[in-house]
Every structure is written in structure tokens, then in C-alpha cells.
């Protein structure tokens, strides 16, 4: 084997590498999710408190990705779509990063909601949980397979994250209204319904990335895969 085919083989290697890292630390930001959404629904302080305390492994993760994306970088110099790889791997690092960051947001609210009388049955926002946590898993699964038809599927999923948020948003002013020892709690399910939905923008933007590593075509801002 001549060394420019051992320098090739072994950035592939380098490289899948650092796709099996960003997929494990999207496993650990979507389990400090379900974690912190769990925690609300059963009221339960020692899963609140694992959320709250799961985030350092992401963080550490964050840290050792952006490590091996600059080192690739520098050290292999990458063209053509294994450049936009490299660069979009840094950019869904980044989001997965934020994703720990709201499973916190999540958890803290559910502190404060555990310590209140509850103000409803919590149905859409495990809904919406789910649907948060099944996008950035296919987001992920899309940029392992460089699959852009999975991708186009988790940008449409959006839309129903946003209605879902707006039809909690509704039903818990409806409560706020009608009683006002609720606003407090109330306001916290508002918030993390919120939190919910920038996870699932989080999840859209790493489904953008996927499209524009495979076609080099920035959809940003909604633009639909096949519209040019």
C-alpha cells in the first residue's frame, strides 16, 4: 500500500470515528431529555436530579469532537463533501451541545413544578418530547447515512412540535384565567414546551446540515429539498 493510500484509509478511519463520537453524545443529550421529561410527568426528584447532573459527559464530549474535527482539518486538508463534513460535524457538535443545555432548562423547570400542586394531566408535552427526541435521532441517522430523504423528513416534522406548542400555550393561559394559583406552574409547562421546540429546531438544523454535506444546497430558513 503506497502512503498516499494509508493517509487516505486513515482519515476514513478518523472520520468514522468522529461520527460514532457525535452519535453518542446525541444517545446521551436525548436520554438527559427523556430523563428531565420523565422527572415531570412522574414528579420525581432523583430523576430530576440525574437530568441536572447529566450534562458534564455531553460537555466533555463537545469538547473532544471539536478536537477531532480541527485536527482533521489541519492535518488532512479535506475537499468536496468531506469538508462540508467536517464543517457540519462541528455545527451539529454545537447543537447537540445546546440540547444538553435545554434538558437542564427541562429539569430546573420540573424542580419547581414538583414543588406545586399539579395543574393538569400531562399528555402533549410527553407528545411533544417524543416527537422532539424522534427527529434529532433521525436527524443523526441521516448524517451517518448521508441520507437526505431522512433529513427531509425530520424538517417536516417541525411543524407539528410548533403546533403542539402553541395548543399548550392556549390550554394553560385557559387555566391561568380561570385561576390564578396556577400561573406559576403553568408557566413553567409553557417554558419547557418552549425548550422542547428549540430542541427540535436543533434537530432540524443538524437534518439542514445533512442535506447541504450530501448536495452542497443550503435549505436554512425552510427552503424545501427539491426546490432548487
Known amino acids: ?31 438527559e431529555v427523556r430523563i428531565a421529561i420523565k422527572g415531570l410527568v412522574e414528579r420525581d426528584g432523583a430523576l430530576i436530579d440525574r437530568a441536572l447532573a447529566g450534562d458534564e459527559p455531553v460537555n466533555a464530549l463537545h469538547i473532544e469532537i471539536d478536537g477531532r474535527c480541527f485536527t482533521l482539518l489541519a492535518l488532512y486538508q479535506p475537499m468536496a463533501a468531506d469538508l462540508r463534513a467536517i464543517v457540519a460535524a462541528v455545527k451539529i457538535n454545537t447543537d447537540l451541545e445546546r440540547v444538553g443545555d435545554l434538558a437542564v432548562n427541562i429539569a430546573e423547570a420540573a424542580q419547581r413544578y414538583a414543588q406545586r400542586p399539579p395543574v393538569k394531566k400531562l399528555i ?16 443523526l441517522d441521516a448524517f451517518v447515512r448521508r441520507d437526505t430523504g431522512l433529513a ?11 403546533e403542539l406548542k402553541t395548543q399548550i400555550f392556549r390550554e394553560l393561559l385557559t387555566y391561568m384565567l380561570q385561576d390564578p394559583s396556577t400561573i406559576e406552574p403553568a408557566l413553567d409547562l409553557i417554558l419547557i414546551s418552549r425548550h422542547l421546540e428549540r430542541i427540535g429546531d436543533h434537530a432540524t438544523n443538524i437534518a439542514e446540515d445533512v442535506i447541504f454535506i450530501v448536495s452542497a444546497r443550503d435549505v436554512r430558513h425552510h427552503a424545501d429539498l427539491q426546490g432548487g
Open 124 to 139: 402533549d408535552i410527553p407528545r411533544m418530547a417524543g416527537i422532539a427526541q424522534s427527529m434529532l435521532r433521525d436527524a
Open 152 to 162: 427531509q423528513h425530520v424538517l417536516d416534522e417541525d411543524d407539528k412540535l410548533d
Open 1 to 31: 500500500m503506497s502512503t498516499a493510500d494509508r493517509i487516505v484509509r486513515h482519515f476514513q478511519e478518523e472520520l468514522e470515528q468522529l461520527k460514532t463520537r457525535i452519535l453518542e453524545m446525541g444517545g446521551l443529550a436525548e436520554e
